[in-house]
């Protein structure tokens, strides 16, 4: 099973694009795990941006692949759990997944209605900048506990 995320625009240099970078090597070393951006539509309406910048998502997401959909109106799982989840995707077949982060103005119901999960990492809001290095450590915290390093101390 291998992992792809895909977020909306380029990561903003600095601690964030550090943080991807630190995290994303560490899971490497556990699973194959790639990135994807998908260009931002620009300035606009907000409603206009979130409309292009899900059907640029919706087109870069594969038919085949599982869609998790980061959103704080998802559904809440702890790190193990999160990690169980992964672990019974990979039991039931492998399908890759692809974990998608949206622009400044979210998704359109369309993505969420794709989703295999619509997943939260918490109920407060976050600029999309900063949950992709929330999200990349999570990954690899999950990778950490089915592989058993003891990373995760929980």
Known sequence: ?????????????????DGVSHY???SRRMAKVEESVVADAGRGEPAW?????????LDAIRPAERLVVLDER????TSPQFAQQLSNWADQ???DVVFV????????????ERADLVLSL????????????????QLYRALSILKGTGYHHG
Do not use: N
């Open 1 to 17: 099973m291998k992992f792809r995320l895909i977020w909306v625009g380029r990561t903003e240099r600095g601690h964030v694009a």
């Open 24 to 26: 994303l090597e560490r």
């Open 49 to 57: 941006q979130q409309q292009q910048e899900s059907a640029r998502l």
């Open 74 to 77: 998802g559904k809440l799982l």
């Open 93 to 95: 077949g492998g399908r």
């Open 101 to 112: 982060i949206g622009g400044a103005y979210g998704f359109t119901d369309a993505v969420r």
């Open 122 to 137: 918490s109920p407060m809001v976050f600029p999309h900048q900063l949950i992709r290095v929330l999200f990349c450590e």
